[in-house]
């Protein structure tokens, strides 16, 4: 699949969405940069398991490019998470990885 080229802004809340996450123990690489549609970040959570965040502002939809490659990614089995705030994504990941969080 083809991704077009789009220069990437940087969404308001996404300092502060990675510098929380890291004072909460998370490694975060940043690869907003990267463009073509995927994702803001890749997360390895402070329990070992690796994810992919989307940033967006509450009001933001995600773009063309960002949809195709969410759509594709979850039809290779990945998710990728949107994170509107670093307290929101932590709720929804310890959520989803309650059984390996709490141990």
């Given at each position: 699949?083809?991704?077009g080229y789009t220069v990437?802004?940087?969404?308001?809340?996404?300092?502060?969405?990675?510098?929380?996450?890291?004072?909460?123990?998370?490694?975060?690489?940043?690869?907003?940069?990267?463009?073509c549609g995927g994702p803001?970040?890749?997360?390895?959570?402070?329990?070992?398991?690796?994810?992919?965040?989307?940033?967006?502002?509450?009001?933001?939809?995600?773009?063309?490019?960002?949809?195709?490659?969410?759509?594709?990614?979850?039809?290779?089995?990945?998710?990728?998470?949107?994170?509107?705030?670093?307290?929101?994504?932590?709720?929804?990941?310890?959520?989803?990885?309650?059984?390996?969080?709490?141990?």
């Amino acid at each position: 699949m083809a991704y077009g080229y789009t220069v990437r802004k940087v969404d308001r809340n996404h300092a502060a969405i990675v510098q929380s996450l890291r004072n909460l123990h998370y490694k975060v690489w940043d690869t907003h940069s990267v463009g073509c549609g995927g994702p803001d970040l890749v997360v390895l959570t402070p329990w070992g398991c690796l994810e992919l965040v989307e940033i967006k502002m509450p009001s933001e939809g995600l773009t063309e490019d960002e949809a195709r490659w969410h759509r594709d990614w979850k039809v290779a089995g990945g998710h990728v998470h949107i994170a509107y705030s670093a307290d929101q994504l932590h709720q929804d990941l310890l959520k989803e990885h309650r059984h390996v969080a709490s141990s």
